[in-house]
């Protein structure tokens, strides 16, 4: 048995997301390789390299991958995808844009979202926003994953010494062309990854008042902040802070829900935090529900005091 | 619309040769290239309606859906709506919406009709699909149909897979452009801005292509009574996996479906102080 894991990278290190995706391989069982398709990543690829419980890195290094187009990326993991029973990708934007396509490629079934390896074909899934877990079984001869990194712990970035094969780029099916990136670039850390979340709601009213307010409990905290769909489609921060069934899965040490009433949907994405604190102003908000602190209180007067006295 | 239609008044008059010159200008510069005119097909899955809470069957077989709302899925009912859109610019010739499964989904069709699909297809079956096997299906429909460009869903919000649409530009080889949050037709391509990490990125995939639509793309328009009752009246095909050649055998069997571990309820703190008494020395996390 092998498993090919499909690196998330940014050509010069790799992303959080790629360790947890290794230690759901390590996980399964028998060799992990993993695969950094980029351009000029080899600096990606030595990284991977001494990841512990990696035992080779094969790097594709093309123009064809400089913008990690999945159509591309796809092209090259189907090259190369005889001899694996496994094929992982992390369950981030990019690994549900590849992951998919790979597996229709190989006429595999894929499985999504995976959160725990019961054995070499047999899962266990979130449905329904997370109401439900369901255990499933492959009966395909690869398998065609995706992972959800809190659900795994990250694979310890030292340690490994795994040789790096270098491979020819292929997968130019110029059917798509990268034309420009808007990323905002922030000094916290990364909202999956971060070990405390504060996370504000429609209940801050605007963009102002959601940075006003929340920025100086998130720096005592040292926190990365998130938001509810509402504030986002509200224009308060970008759509990369969404927290939920179908924004970012989030599972730190604190939550802190400010201002947010708890829908299902934003419940699927922060409900196996560690502990929840959730601030609200209406006692029978649905956040209360799986909050482990509530405080019933007018956020505007309740965070500023709660980051005064941290 | 042709560009110049804002002369045709003028055309009846004889000023009519003042303006040729000025309309065929117009015309060059504004009315799409050729090609750029696209049909267009929607995949529409019927779902449980996203205010459901479902409930795990007590022999943990599945969920429990009989007797529960049904909807269109809040993605689909953004593919459609996008789709309705690109015609109303001018980008757009026929909407087809498609749906697999229970004859059911026959309403699921009608609602997209209500939206502005000008026609629907059903793929009939009982059977259960998975998203390997709905793309299959979707391409014998691409196949007869001929669309330059299919709007999907980014997600089913029962199975939650976010697959079907990567699969059906897989087994077409078009280009795929996920999670869309802005959607431009030119010059033979659609520029699609789509979510990622960290922000927007924006792609330019080659025609026929597809998309997948993510929250921010559109608010869909409510269904007026009118084109619900017109919506009635549109064609509505119905096939079967069989008729397309497709074979749907699952591949993934689900052994049992469980109910998460419940979070334990928590307490109500009095203030500001007794949250961070309890955050540093009971819960330690601070
Ligand atoms: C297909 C689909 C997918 C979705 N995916 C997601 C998702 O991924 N993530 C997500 O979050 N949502 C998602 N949603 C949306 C979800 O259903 C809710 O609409 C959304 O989570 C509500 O956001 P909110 O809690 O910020 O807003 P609201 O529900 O409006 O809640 C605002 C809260 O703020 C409180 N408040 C107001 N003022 C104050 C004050 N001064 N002090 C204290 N409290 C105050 C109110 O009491 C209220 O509880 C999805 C919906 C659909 C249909
Ligand atoms: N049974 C189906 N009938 C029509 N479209 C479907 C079906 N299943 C999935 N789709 C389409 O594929 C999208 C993604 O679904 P999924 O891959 O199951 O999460 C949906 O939003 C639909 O556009």
Redesign the interface.
């Known amino acids: 048995m092998a498993n090919l894991v499909i690196a998330e990278h940014d050509h010069g290190s790799l992303?959080a997301a790629t360790l947890n995706v290794i230690s759901a391989a390590v996980e399964i069982g028998g060799d992990v390789h993993v695969l950094i398709a980029g351009h000029n990543a080899k600096a990606a690829a030595d990284a991977a390299a001494q990841v512990a419980g990696v035992s080779k890195v094969l790097l594709a290094d093309g123009a064809a991958h400089a913008?990690r187009?999945?159509?591309n990326a796809?092209a090259q993991i189907v090259a190369i995808a005889s001899g694996y029973s496994h094929i992982l990708a992390p369950a981030?934007?990019?690994g549900?844009?590849?992951?998919?396509?790979?597996?229709?490629?190989l006429?595999?079934?894929?499985?999504?979202?995976i959160i725990k390896v019961v054995d070499a074909d047999?899962f266990v899934r979130?449905?329904?926003?997370?109401?439900?877990?369901?255990?499933?079984?492959?009966?395909?001869s690869v398998k065609v994953i995706t992972v959800r990194g809190t659900a795994f712990g990250a694979a310890a970035k030292t340690g490994g010494f795994s040789s790096v094969e270098t491979l020819a780029a292929v997968g130019d099916?110029?059917?798509?062309?990268?034309?420009?990136?808007?990323?905002?670039?922030s000094e916290r850390p990364e909202l999956t990854a971060a070990k405390?979340v504060v996370s504000g709601g429609r209940g801050l009213g605007s963009g102002d008042k959601y940075r006003e307010v929340l920025t100086p409990l998130a720096d005592k905290?040292g926190a990365a902040m998130g938001a509810s769909?509402a504030a986002?489609?509200a224009g308060y921060v970008?759509?990369?802070y969404q927290v939920g069934?179908?924004g970012k899965i989030v599972a730190p040490?604190?939550y802190v829900a400010i201002g947010v009433s708890g829908a299902?949907?934003h419940l699927a994405g922060m409900?196996d935090s560690?502990?929840?604190?959730a601030i609200n102003k209406d006692?029978d908000a649905p956040i209360?529900?799986?909050?482990?602190?509530?405080?019933?209180?007018d956020l505007f007067e309740?965070v500023p005091?709660?980051a005064a006295?941290? | 619309m042709h560009a110049n239609s804002q002369y045709r008044g003028l055309r009846s008059r004889k000023l009519r040769a003042e303006f040729s010159i000025v309309d065929s200008v117009l015309a060059l510069r504004k009315l799409p290239a050729f090609g750029d005119i696209v049909k267009v097909l929607v995949p529409v899955k019927r779902v449980v309606d996203y205010n459901v809470k479902v409930r795990v069957k007590a022999d943990n077989s599945g969920v429990d859906i009989a007797n529960v709302k049904m909807s269109m899925n809040p993605f689909c009912e953004i593919a459609v709506e996008e789709a309705v859109r690109l015609k109303e610019k001018g980008s757009a010739t026929e909407i087809v919406a498609v749906s697999a499964g229970v004859t059911q989904c026959q309403e699921t069709l009608r609602n997209a009709m209500a939206i502005g699909a000008d026609r629907g297809i059903l793929i009939e079956t009982d059977a259960e699909l998975q998203p390997l096997a709905v793309a299959k299906l979707l391409k014998a429909i691409v196949d007869k149909e001929q669309p330059q460009l299919v709007i999907l869903g980014k997600q089913a919000i029962d199975d939650d897979s976010n697959q079907t649409g990567q699969m059906l530009a897989a087994l077409l080889n078009w280009g795929q452009a996920t999670f869309a949050s802005k959607v431009e037709i030119e010059g033979g391509a659609a520029k699609v801005t789509c979510e990622v990490d960290g922000g927007l990125e924006t792609v330019s995939i080659k025609l026929p292509a597809i998309i997948t639509t993510d929250l921010r793309l559109n608010e869909p328009r409510y269904a007026t009574l009118p084109n619900i009752m017109k919506a009635k009246k549109k064609q509505l095909d119905i096939v079967k996996p069989a008729d397309l050649g497709v074979d749907v055998t699952p591949r993934l069997a689900t052994l049992k479906v469980e109910e998460p571990p419940k979070r334990k309820g928590g307490v109500k703190v009095a203030d500001v102080a007794a949250l961070i008494d309890k955050l540093k020395n009971e819960a330690k996390v601070i």
């Not at chain 1, 560690?274 to 604190?277: M, R, Y």
């Open positions: 992303k913008h187009l999945p159509e796809a981030t934007p990019y549900k844009a590849v992951a998919p396509r790979v597996a229709a490629l006429d595999k079934a894929q499985i999504s979202d047999t979130p449905i329904y926003a997370g109401n439900a877990y369901a255990t499933v079984k492959s009966s395909d099916t110029a059917l798509s062309s990268f034309v420009s990136a808007e990323i905002v670039k405390i905290l769909r986002v489609d970008p759509n990369d069934q179908t040490d604190l299902i949907q409900k560690k502990v929840i604190v006692p209360f529900s799986v909050a482990d602190y509530g405080l019933v209180a309740a005091e709660l006295k941290l």
